[in-house]
């Protein structure tokens, strides 16, 4: 189990083993979503907006 | 029936002809109206206020999903309607077109809708707005910026002069509408000025999202919360800045209701006010008006307005108190987002447009008791 | 004010000339009514539909707790309506009175009450059964059982011949009225008879208990309930049994909603009958009925009656199903308990019996979507 | 990976050694669970309770849609817990693997469960009944038959012994648990045969419909319902007539919460009884059961079982009142969809199969006041 | 009474031994407790808590109107506890006293409630406010002013150490509780100064009315509003004022849930922050608390606090967000009012007031999905 | 504590020391509510019924 810092929080983003590029992953502490950019060692950045429907 | 014969069917909007003129000679003579986007929420309630309003004869309903079904099959209120959807492909020729169609729908076919009707009443954001330029700020541009000089914002409430005979009408958003309700009187009476800092914390219910849904609007997820569904940057901040000259701090949250939109603002004017001041200036807004009840304080259960007071109907219930503590001032007022702020703002304004009487099909007072309607 | 001054300030009742026909020649003259048990729920109704009845001027609302409060202190939805709440004990003659008090309140003052009007239409039981000993045996006597004969039954789809010329009209109860619009078919057809087995199994929502409240009715307890608060020996039996000549199996449960009653009547026909026979016999009793509606099957979301359908009118959703493997007909309805079980079917008995147009004030078609209303 | 190295990697089910050795001697050690449908409605509640269980450790939790994402993410409550989704296709050697998808999925996929994992408790339909012909009836046919006799019908109220050591689970139906918890005691003791008539009317909440909601069960359109979903032909039809040898009339109600199954049964013995001999059977039946309260009649608010009572735990309320006027036994009971009629069977069930203590991870005792939880 | 008499009254906690070493030594001796009105709502989740906390055992539940009934009369999820209601005149002596019973209670019996007890923790509004002073001016002035320099305020999160040892605890009020915990990082963190406007807008739940009940809060009048009950001059701000030194624009809304409290803080720093900032001053503020979760933004359904995922646990979600336009911060915090806001509150204060596991008995997690608990 | 049988149900009914003749209590399993008819040995019969308000 590695570990990589969020970006946005600044929270610790626990990450499993075979992390690929591209994954993507959120944040516990701030629930961002965060793209793996980089593998060893583990860089995530955030992910592109979904511009997703949320309710009203 | 061909295109010629539909177009001679009307009696009233062949040539462009003031449609005004018809009703104004005895009364007896309907005007014809159609609507585009009529499966959905705003356009079923539509099809109700127009198909029991003494001078509209409800045409064509459009639906692509329910095309050649019954209205009721969609609207279970509107079982005793005989009139089934057609495609928006295949507009008839009427006096009035109602578009209910979802931002960026009514920009794209203006000019068809122009054509079938000499009255058109959009209830998008398509044509609230009058700079294109607004239109990149704040929605993903306009693809028909020409007509947006032609178009009137619909709000009676805001001035009902500029409606009379206007023929493309901008029907508000719902949640501009509660605030702007609830503002308008502080600020013709000069209580407060662009610069005073104003909050509007907004509740509104789940028929805002429209009849499509999605996994945050299912009953299970959709029940019983309180979620903070924008928090900031509300899209409906654009018109209120562009009607009312005021830069607000906007917060919408979603509730557990169907219908229904309560603004509290809360505004701090740099000047104390005295409680007979506030009613001086709200009672000198909304005096005349038809569809908006005064509610501030008094006894009983309903002290202050309440959205499910107005559910169902046209009336604004707008009221205030004031923070003896700070001279804050907060402003209160509930709509049917529906209804007030969607379908029957439409038609409200559609009565001023076209010279009828201006509460004409939109009698119903709402019900008591009445649960989370 | 004495009986005198209050035959005298009546201008249309006066010697007990025939109401209907001061509408017959010409329709602009109206008849005055006055609700007595105005605070309460189906009171509130009684004066939003009067208020806006073509025929009807609403001349009098009681009250013993808001004496002299305007009507929209109690009921929100009335702001608008120029009245204040007086005392029962001042009852002024009119043309309709409608009682809508608890149980046992109007045979008290049935003479008062039959004095100051000449239609007097009763919301509670207490004229309901046509024997003295049925109040001995399901209520708590009568106290004056000479009126009983007099008394029609309200509900119009029973048969509304016998309420012409009414003149002391029973409104039916509203559970006994989903009940009974869910099976008569069944019975006018022979499809079930009176030694058949049929389970009513009801779920209504709060309003049913009134304006009063108690523990039971707190939000904090009735809120999402299941509740079965009869489970044998409704009072409404006896009314069924009365009217249909059906002896049921009922129970009703409370569920989270506050307006509607919906009926689930689970019947076991001693012969097998076809979906055809079926539909044959609810075309047979309710095509001409203005205010049922089929429902049954079909496709969308809304196939089979739904009480938040017909919220806030006097319609009735009715439907079936036919359950293949044993035979058994699932028969279903659904009604406002407040409207088509109270106040709706009130004004609709008072239509018939004084000879106005059947549906007059009572056109709302509801609302679509709606919550929980 | 292949079949050896998955169960090497696990620590604690190594060699397929009895599971329950693990506990016995000591304690401390935990079995390992993974939830295959972890995203669900039951597959969170399965969650929940795993993690929150003295004996067990979540291993893994899968879901497609939210791979790689937290618990938390799907589940705002789950949001402490420390474990991310992964893909069914990688199931992990656990020592019991619950399976919380939808009807089909698991009988496609039983081998893999089974290898992964020495005890198997499946929510699905896929193993409840026992004959091949029953899933060509009532669903559409089975493609892994020769599992079906390996199989444990999970509702431990109907038999516990069976259960223990039993390595595939099939957890009953929510509808059909509520409606067999009512009447298990009438069948136990003779009061109905199979030949007695039983209605059994049901009022359920929307979380039956699992996670993946649609138009008709958006908030707008699935608020304040009460809603005949299933008039007549119900499923779960099936495991009753198999679990309890009844033949019923089923009627299915969806009503306005969002967990939640009350089933009200109207049985019609052919002798009649006391509510004595009732209180002697359903005390007879339910004393020693852990999961089980007796309630019927007594005072205050709760006189009968409510599902709110019961929300968010692995409780059945069950209750009866006696019919005096035709002997009809009205039968209630009411549950928790997800929890007695889900996930807490299926713990329960496991609980029992591995030897545990029976109430272990299920001690929530239910909130008062509650809403519509 | 001083010290050495109320020690020595306590027969449970014999020699005046700390009753925290009881439970040091072995784990094993459980604290004796009481709860004053617990036939309430408050008083019902203590009675939950107590008896499934590991170190306490439930001596005595008070209620007047229930005496000699069982807690499971009043509260149906209490049906499995073996204990009636006895009468707050004859309390026992034991280690805890919790009272939850109305403003004004406690201060009258204050000298008892000590006398009973070592620790005393108080839900009212009692000994929340320091001084004599602000009693007389919130409140109705104070009878027993000579204890509330020995009281403490409950809330964990505004400072532990002070709870410790303590033994007259004053438990927080629920919306003050909302806004405190919304609003502490911001004070702590400097982003905000007393200067500061902050408008709090909060939404609440029918629970906060207790169980009394009355006209507005029955249920037909109080389903569904979005209500503004204390549009201003809440008496929580006086509370806040002290605790975090800020004077707030206080406004509290009723909307339809029966348990929860929303918060929704509209802040306008002197100074930009970013929201690298915010995170900071919220992690700073909440990363080692066991009952705060940060949410705020991210992906899925829930991405602001939201009381239905806290309903029934001690759970509080905070959040913010930042407005881009104005420089506003908005933050949102989400709790039970009855449990975070009243009894969980209580029960982590005593919890920490006696030295016991900080997290003992509060370990529910809350459930998903869940519709308005 | 004392015990007596609940004539509804036939359930056991704990009963607390010092008992009053004319008290009420409610039985645990069915909830109905007793009067304490006699008090040793203890015996309960059920409570005139209130006819309460309860609900619709
Ligand atoms: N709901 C409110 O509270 C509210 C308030 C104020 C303003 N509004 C505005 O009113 C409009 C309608 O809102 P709503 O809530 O009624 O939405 P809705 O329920 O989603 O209905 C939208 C309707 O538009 C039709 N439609 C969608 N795309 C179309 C297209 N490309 N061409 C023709 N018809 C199309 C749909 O029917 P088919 O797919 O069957 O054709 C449907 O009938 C929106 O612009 C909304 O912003 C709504
Ligand atoms: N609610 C329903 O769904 C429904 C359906 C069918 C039939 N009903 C029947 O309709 C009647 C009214 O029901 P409701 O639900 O409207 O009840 P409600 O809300 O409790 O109202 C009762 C009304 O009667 C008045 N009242 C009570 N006692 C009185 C007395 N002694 N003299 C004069 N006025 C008195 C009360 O007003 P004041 O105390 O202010 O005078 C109140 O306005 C009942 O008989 C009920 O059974 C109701
Ligand atoms: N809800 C109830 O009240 C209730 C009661 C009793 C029994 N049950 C039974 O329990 C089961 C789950 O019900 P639910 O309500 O939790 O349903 P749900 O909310 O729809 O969840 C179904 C879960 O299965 C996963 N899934 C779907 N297709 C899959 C596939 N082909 N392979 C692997 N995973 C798949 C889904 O996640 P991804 O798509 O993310 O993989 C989702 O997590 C059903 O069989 C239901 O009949 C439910
Ligand atoms: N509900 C909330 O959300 C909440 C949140 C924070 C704080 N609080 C505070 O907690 C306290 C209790 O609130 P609640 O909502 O639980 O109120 P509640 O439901 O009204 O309960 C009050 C309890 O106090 C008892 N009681 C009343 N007067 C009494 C007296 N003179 N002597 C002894 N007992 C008396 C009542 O029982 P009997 O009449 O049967 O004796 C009842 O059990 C209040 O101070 C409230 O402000 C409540
Ligand atoms: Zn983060
Ligand atoms: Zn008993």
């Known amino acids: 189990m590695t570990e990589a810092e969020c970006v946005e929080c600044g929270g610790t983003v626990a990450l499993h083993d075979d992390l690929e590029i591209g994954e993507i992953v959120d944040c516990e502490t701030c629930g961002a979503e965060l793209e793996v950019v980089d593998v060893s060692p583990p860089v995530l950045d955030r992910a592109p907006e979904l511009e997703e429907d949320w309710g009203e | 029936m061909s295109e010629d014969e539909r177009s001679e069917s009307s009696t009233t909007s062949g040539e462009r002809s003031d449609p005004r003129v018809a009703v104004a000679d005895g009364g007896t003579e309907q005007l014809t109206a159609s609507v585009v986007g009529a499966s959905g929420f705003a356009g079923g309630e539509l099809c109700r206020l127009l198909t029991g309003h003494p001078d509209f004869e409800l045409a064509q309903a459009t639906s692509r999903e329910y095309e050649n079904k019954t209205l009721g099959y969609a609207h279970p209120n509107l079982r005793g309607v005989d009139l089934r959807f057609s495609s928006p492909e295949d507009l008839e020729s009427v006096d009035v077109l109602f578009a209910s169609t979802p931002h960026g729908v009514s920009m794209e076919h203006i000019d068809a809708f122009r054509?079938?009707?000499?009255?058109?009443?959009?209830?998008?954001?398509?044509?609230?707005?009058?700079?294109?330029?607004?239109?990149?700020?704040?929605?993903?541009?306009?693809?028909?910026?020409?007509?947006?000089?032609?178009?009137?914002?619909?709000?009676?409430?805001?001035?009902?002069?500029?409606?009379?005979?206007?023929?493309?009408?901008?029907?508000?958003?719902?949640?501009?509408?509660?605030?702007?309700?609830?503002?308008?009187?502080?600020?013709?009476?000069?209580?407060?000025?662009?610069?005073?800092?104003?909050?509007?914390?907004?509740?509104?219910?789940?028929?805002?999202?429209?009849?499509?849904?999605?996994?945050?609007?299912?009953?299970?997820?959709?029940?019983?919360?309180?979620?903070?569904?924008?928090?900031?940057?509300?899209?409906?901040?654009?018109?209120?800045?562009?009607?009312?000259?005021?830069?607000?701090?906007?917060?919408?949250?979603?509730?557990?209701?169907?219908?229904?939109?309560?603004?509290?603002?809360?505004?701090?004017?740099?000047?104390?006010?005295?409680?007979?001041?506030?009613?001086?200036?709200?009672?000198?807004?909304?005096?005349?008006?038809?569809?908006?009840?005064?509610?501030?304080?008094?006894?009983?259960?309903?002290?202050?307005?309440?959205?499910?007071?107005?559910?169902?109907?046209?009336?604004?219930?707008?009221?205030?108190?004031?923070?003896?503590?700070?001279?804050?001032?907060?402003?209160?007022?509930?709509?049917?987002?529906?209804?007030?702020?969607?379908?029957?703002q439409a038609v409200h304004a559609a009565n001023v447009a076209l010279g009828l009487e201006e509460t004409a099909g939109l009698d119903f007072q709402g019900l008591h008791p009445v649960g989370s309607p």
């Open chain 2, 115 to 344: 054509d079938a009707a000499g009255t058109v009443v959009d209830l998008s954001a398509d044509f609230r707005l009058n700079e294109a330029a607004d239109y990149d700020e704040w929605y993903d541009g306009h693809v028909a910026p020409e007509h947006l000089a032609d178009a009137t914002y619909a709000l009676p409430e805001l001035g009902r002069e500029k409606l009379e005979g206007a023929d493309l009408i901008a029907s508000g958003g719902c949640n501009a509408t509660a605030t702007m309700l609830a503002l308008k009187p502080l600020v013709d009476s000069g209580v407060i000025t662009p610069d005073d800092r104003v909050v509007a914390d907004l509740k509104v219910g789940s028929s805002e999202g429209g009849a499509g849904g999605g996994a945050a609007s299912s009953h299970p997820e959709r029940s019983g919360v309180v979620r903070p569904y924008a928090p900031t940057g509300h899209r409906h901040e654009a018109e209120i800045q562009q009607e009312l000259g005021l830069s607000l701090s906007f917060t919408v949250h979603a509730v557990d209701m169907t219908r229904g939109a309560a603004a509290t603002c809360h505004a701090f004017p740099s000047e104390r006010v005295t409680t007979g001041d506030l009613w001086g200036a709200y009672r000198e807004a909304y005096d005349d008006e038809p569809f908006v009840r005064l509610v501030a304080g008094g006894g009983g259960v309903y002290r202050y307005p309440e959205p499910k007071a107005v559910a169902g109907t046209n009336y604004a219930e707008v009221g205030f108190e004031l923070d003896p503590e700070n001279g804050r001032v907060v402003a209160f007022s509930a709509i049917d987002n529906v209804m007030k702020g969607a379908a029957g």
